[in-house]
């Protein structure tokens, strides 16, 4: 028979299955042109106004519990802290719409699919804490941190590179700042993975 889920672990399933599609979305969607970054930016903010509605039903569902799972802040925080992930992409989407960058470069992508491996991770982890596996969600909170070293040496190399080749100003503002967006959406994943070895270490 199967194993029936409490309604957080369903809820938190839902908040990890929003940010997956969106981050697979934010990693495959092809922009071409300026009327591609609009609906690259919209769609984005879709998914980012579909996990803050994820988010407002874990929050209702916390009040309303007498007994839950695990502790109520680590519910919580777990699903704030991939929300904070959702809003990281939404909000680089938008960076890209305003400064109007149809190209993303080499490094832009290395950001994306790091970050999108640190989601996958994430989505797993996610999953397994549902079915009370939490032994096995360490190997995937050390893997989402493996990427967020990565980002942190993309960054140096991505502003050193910048800086020795980007002749316009305002172009090294505009890229640099993306850099920056990307980063802090690795460290909004290696909040995710403490969260969850947070959770392992009371729960285990």
Not at 41 to 47: C, D, L
Not at 92 to 102: D, G, H, K, R
Not at 183 to 203: G, P, S
Request: charged share 30%; net charge negative; with cysteine.
């Amino acid at each position: 028979m199967a194993k029936k889920h409490d309604k957080f672990s369903i809820l938190l399933n839902h908040i990890s299955v929003n940010l997956k599609e969106s981050s697979q979305f934010f990693t495959d969607y092809k922009l071409k042109n300026i009327s591609d970054l609009k609906i690259f930016a919209e769609k984005m903010k879709e998914y980012e106004s579909t996990g803050d509605t994820r988010v407002h039903e874990v929050i209702k569902e916390l009040n309303d519990a007498f007994i839950t799972p695990i502790e109520r802040e680590d519910i919580l925080s777990l699903a704030m802290c991939m929300d904070d992930v959702l809003d990281g992409l939404e909000a680089t989407a938008a960076l890209f719409e305003m400064y109007s960058i149809t190209q993303a470069d080499d490094f832009m992508k290395k950001f994306v699919d790091a970050i999108h491996e640190s989601v996958l991770e994430i989505d797993k982890a996610v999953e397994l804490l549902s079915n009370k596996k939490l032994q096995q969600i360490r190997e995937h909170a050390i893997k989402i941190k493996d990427y967020e070293s990565q980002c942190d040496n993309i960054l140096r190399q991505s502003i050193k590179h910048l800086f020795n080749v980007e002749k316009d100003p305002i172009r090294i503002i505009q890229y640099k700042e993306i850099y920056e967006y990307f980063e802090d959406i690795a460290d909004n994943c290696q909040t995710v993975a403490n969260t969850l070895e947070t959770i392992i270490m009371k729960n285990a």
